[in-house]
Structure formats: structure tokens, C-alpha cells
């Protein structure tokens, strides 16, 4: 069997932002004018740091709940979700410097997407629930988990890769929320929640609830 490749630690949606400034700056530095290339430079660097996405170890554990971003728990409530039912939502909120790429929480079954566009308020704040967001339901084995990317302030666009029909492993990567953002995980109430506010989790690692 062929030896498979080593991947690139970026998000693919990244290159542009990557490239196209760094090619300017390169281009610059050739002409000799060096300030003009800083800004240029700067902007690849930070993009690069930005769409990094750093292979991760995902843990085997019996039903367990993987946090599906990286970033800061910042609400944990009971709440009412039209796909899983009685549920509670676990808010996850991304800074600019956490990594954005978006993993599947369990195994299972895409059921459906729903995109709803809206305003922008900045993600942190509750009212950030109405912003523009994208819902992707996943029937598992044994029990049904909504995953809502919310875009922030500052995340103008929200990428997802799945569709229904599409299959997933626990911690694979579907998607991601570029320059700050927030993700909500709604499971079935009754999960052993395993986090607390404040926790910094990681996503695909990070066991935040167990199914019971």
C-alpha cells in the first residue's frame, strides 16, 4: 500500500488569504521596497496562524461528546432543539487565536443542514444566538446532536463541507467559522455533562459530556 502523505497543518479555505498577500510581499521585497512588503507579510503570516489545523489524538471513549470547537465554554443551559428534542446547549466561544476548524462531537449520520443567515453581533453576547449560523443535525448510534456554527462580529463566513446523508466519525473535521466566532453543541438533557463555565476545551479532544 502506498504510504500516505503527511497534510499540511492548514485549513484549505486558508491558502488564498495566505498566498495572495504573501506573493505581494515577495514581490515587493524583490522591488526593493521593504515597507511597503511589512503589512503584506504580516497579513500572511497572521492568516497562516490563523487557518492552522494541527492533527489531533481523538480519544475512544464510550459515548462520549467531543467539544466540536476550540475556545472558552461560556453557557451551559437547558434548552428546546427542534432535531434533538429536550437538550442542553454547551456555548463555545472562539477567540481570534483559537483554532477554527470545526469537528464532529459524535459518530453518525449528517440528517440536514440548515443555513439561516442574520445579523452580526459580537459572539459572546447571548444575542448572538440570531446571528447568521449554520445547524448541522447528527443521528448517532443511540442519540441525536445538533452542532450550530454561529458567526461573530468579525467571521464573515461560515464553511461547512457536509451534507445529509454524509457519514461521520467522531472528531472529523466538517467545517470551520473564519476570524472569530461561536459554536453551540445541543445534546440530549440527561448527558453527564463533563465541563464547566469558563473550561478551555479542544476540539476533537476535549470530552465534554457523556451519553447515558
Not at 440570531?130 to 464573515?156: H, K, P, S
Given at each position: 500500500?502506498?504510504?500516505?502523505?503527511?497534510?499540511?497543518?492548514?485549513?484549505?479555505?486558508?491558502?488564498?488569504?495566505?498566498?495572495?498577500?504573501?506573493?505581494?510581499?515577495?514581490?515587493?521585497?524583490?522591488?526593493?521596497?521593504?515597507?511597503?512588503?511589512?503589512?503584506?507579510?504580516?497579513?500572511?503570516?497572521?492568516?497562516?496562524?490563523?487557518?492552522?489545523?494541527?492533527?489531533?489524538?481523538?480519544?475512544?471513549?464510550?459515548?462520549?461528546?467531543?467539544?466540536?470547537?476550540?475556545?472558552?465554554?461560556?453557557?451551559?443551559?437547558?434548552?428546546?432543539?427542534?432535531?434533538?428534542?429536550?437538550?442542553?446547549?454547551?456555548?463555545?466561544?472562539?477567540?481570534?487565536?483559537d483554532v477554527h476548524v470545526n469537528r464532529a462531537p459524535i459518530a453518525g449520520l449528517v440528517a440536514g443542514t440548515t443555513y439561516t443567515p442574520g445579523r452580526i453581533v459580537p459572539a459572546y453576547r447571548p444575542e448572538?444566538?440570531?446571528?447568521?449560523?449554520?445547524?448541522?443535525?447528527?443521528?448517532?448510534?443511540?442519540?441525536?446532536?445538533?452542532?450550530?456554527?454561529?458567526?461573530?462580529?468579525?467571521?464573515?463566513?461560515?464553511?461547512?463541507?457536509?451534507?445529509?446523508?454524509?457519514?461521520?466519525?467522531?472528531?472529523?473535521?466538517?467545517?470551520?467559522?473564519?476570524?472569530?466566532?461561536?459554536?453551540?453543541?445541543?445534546?440530549?438533557?440527561?448527558?453527564?455533562?463533563?465541563?464547566?463555565?469558563?473550561?478551555?476545551?479542544?476540539?476533537?479532544?476535549?470530552?465534554?459530556?457523556?451519553?447515558?
Amino acid at each position: 500500500m502506498e504510504p500516505r502523505r503527511p497534510r499540511l497543518p492548514v485549513a484549505r479555505e486558508g491558502w488564498p488569504f495566505i498566498l495572495v498577500p504573501g506573493a505581494i510581499a515577495a514581490g515587493l521585497l524583490l522591488a526593493g521596497r521593504r515597507g511597503l512588503a511589512a503589512p503584506f507579510a504580516a497579513a500572511s503570516l497572521a492568516s497562516l496562524g490563523f487557518f492552522r489545523d494541527p492533527e489531533r489524538v481523538i480519544p475512544d471513549v464510550a459515548n462520549g461528546i467531543l467539544a466540536p470547537a476550540d475556545g472558552k465554554v461560556t453557557d451551559i443551559a437547558d434548552t428546546l432543539e427542534p432535531f434533538v428534542g429536550p437538550s442542553v446547549r454547551v456555548t463555545i466561544f472562539l477567540s481570534p487565536l483559537d483554532v477554527h476548524v470545526n469537528r464532529a462531537p459524535i459518530a453518525g449520520l449528517v440528517a440536514g443542514t440548515t443555513y439561516t443567515p442574520g445579523r452580526i453581533v459580537p459572539a459572546y453576547r447571548p444575542e448572538a444566538a440570531d446571528n447568521e449560523r449554520c445547524a448541522i443535525n447528527i443521528q448517532g448510534d443511540t442519540a441525536r446532536v445538533t452542532v450550530t456554527q454561529i458567526a461573530g462580529i468579525a467571521a464573515r463566513r461560515i464553511v461547512c463541507r457536509v451534507a445529509a446523508g454524509d457519514k461521520l466519525v467522531a472528531g472529523e473535521r466538517f467545517g470551520m467559522i473564519r476570524f472569530g466566532s461561536r459554536t453551540d453543541c445541543f445534546v440530549p438533557r440527561g448527558t453527564d455533562i463533563r465541563v464547566r463555565l469558563g473550561d478551555r476545551v479542544t476540539a476533537g479532544q476535549t470530552v465534554i459530556g457523556i451519553l447515558r
